[in-house]
């Protein structure tokens, strides 16, 4: 997903990320978690922020030196972006015929997510393994009634199980009963698995009750610096910032309208800047606008719709004069990543990691 330099418009979409301020997020789970050994979840092309600078941001600055993936394919990946140094990392698919090659290759640990991988890894395998119980998401894991049994199995084999883990449906509200109840199955899941570490948080996890954090912690968002929770969390770091120039200025009477579907009509003189960024890099578009970017200081709302390459603002009201190539900021430390995510009528994980291939990144 990482912008090829020789596509990236030179006058296009821009997100700037800041390493330092990731490795400040990653200290601040630190102290929150004083316990707790804190792993990065760098799936998805670390949140779509560059699996190999931020991976080597955290090994070599913050000192992290474990890692999950969700395919095996970006476990390969990683390795080579560490430059095979001796991080441990664990991936969540767990093996499979085909995969269990590449494993072996990659020295990568799987999360093993049901009795079926537990007997492949078992005959084929080698090493160290996670085991994943699913606790009430019904996602991805092994039910309950299969922990005794993989056990065994992994026993039998020799294959010590280092980390037991499972994975919270509702962190996003601290409140909900559900996480309560999930910790206690997880507690009692875990005792077939004697001597491993226990890993129960994600993010949410990780910085709403130290109850949660046990032995190894998973956060991806809040290092990438978005709130886990249903509303934004101070503590985590501005690290992204998605801005992109103005390429058209119009002045419109009343009457005139914006865009397809004609969704915005002007009842009053009205200045529109048009915005080189779209749903095509990943924006989100809705049928009735939503969202803004800050112009030269000040907050202008979207108008008409989100289109594949544009993006059209009402900047009228804006007291700065504002001219074609001027900036406008969609998140970043002047609209933080979580209420940017809100106006949209999306979350911080999918406005990263829908970050198009045509934006470039630059990292600071
Ligand atoms: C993606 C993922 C994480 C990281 O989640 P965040 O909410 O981004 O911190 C941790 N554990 C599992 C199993 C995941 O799938």
């Known amino acids: 997903m990482t912008v090829d330099p020789k596509t990236a418009p030179a006058h296009g979409p821009i997100v700037e990320i800041d390493l330092s301020a990731l490795c400040a997020n990653y200290a601040m789970i630190r102290d929150a978690a004083p316990e707790a050994r804190v792993s990065a979840a760098v799936k998805c092309d670390a949140y779509g922020l560059g699996l190999?600078?931020?991976?080597?941001?955290?090994?070599?600055?913050?000192?992290?030196?474990?890692?999950?993936?969700?395919?095996?394919e970006e476990g390969a990946a990683l390795r080579e972006a560490l430059n095979n140094a001796a991080a441990r990392i664990y991936c969540f698919a767990g093996p499979s015929e085909e995969t269990l090659a590449l494993y072996e290759r990659v020295q990568m640990t799987p999360v093993i997510n049901s009795l079926t991988q537990a007997e492949l890894w078992a005959k084929r395998g080698a090493g160290p393994t996670v085991v994943h119980i699913d606790t009430g998401m019904n996602r991805l894991g092994a039910p309950m009634s299969e922990a005794q049994a993989i056990a065994a199995t992994l026993s039998a084999a020799g294959r010590e199980v280092s980390i037991v883990m499972s994975h919270l449906a509702c962190a996003s509200d601290p409140t909900h009963p559900k996480n309560k109840d999930q910790r206690e199955k997880f507690v009692e899941a875990a005792r077939r698995f004697s001597g491993a570490r226990l890993s129960l948080a994600a993010s949410a996890g990780a910085?709403?009750?130290?109850?949660?954090?046990?032995?190894?912690?998973?956060?991806?968002?809040?290092?990438?610096?978005?709130?886990?929770?249903?509303?934004?969390?101070?503590?985590?770091?501005?690290?992204?910032?998605?801005?992109?120039?103005?390429?058209?200025?119009?002045?419109?009477?009343?009457?005139?309208?914006?865009?397809?579907?004609?969704?915005?009509?002007?009842?009053?003189?009205?200045?529109?800047?048009?915005?080189?960024?779209?749903?095509?890099?990943?924006?989100?578009?809705?049928?009735?606008?939503?969202?803004?970017?800050?112009?030269?200081?000040?907050?202008?709302?979207?108008?008409?719709?989100?289109?594949?390459?544009?993006?059209?603002?009402?900047?009228?009201?804006?007291?700065?004069?504002?001219?074609?190539?001027?900036?406008?900021?969609?998140?970043?430390?002047?609209?933080?990543?979580?209420?940017?995510?809100?106006?949209?009528?999306?979350?911080?994980?999918?406005?990263?990691?829908?970050?198009?291939?045509?934006?470039?990144?630059?990292?600071?």
Request: proline share 7%.
């Open 52 to 72: 190999t600078p931020i991976s080597r941001a955290l090994f070599e600055r913050g000192g992290c030196d474990e890692f999950f993936v969700a395919y095996p």
């Open 207 to 364: 910085l709403m009750d130290k109850a949660y954090q046990f032995d190894l912690v998973r956060p991806g968002i809040a290092l990438y610096g978005g709130s886990p929770f249903d509303a934004d969390d101070e503590r985590i770091c501005d690290v992204a910032t998605l801005k992109a120039p103005i390429v058209q200025l119009r002045d419109l009477r009343p009457g005139e309208t914006v865009g397809y579907g004609a969704t915005f009509t002007a009842t009053a003189p009205v200045r529109i800047a048009t915005v080189a960024l779209g749903y095509g890099d990943g924006y989100p578009r809705n049928d009735t606008p939503a969202g803004a970017a800050i112009v030269n200081g000040a907050l202008a709302p979207i108008v008409g719709r989100v289109s594949m390459d544009f993006i059209t603002l009402d900047i009228t009201s804006l007291k700065n004069p504002v001219k074609i190539g001027d900036y406008a900021e969609f998140f970043g430390p002047r609209l933080r990543l979580f209420k940017a995510a809100a106006a949209a009528h999306r979350v911080p994980y999918d406005l990263l990691t829908g970050l198009g291939g045509r934006i470039d990144r630059r990292y600071l």
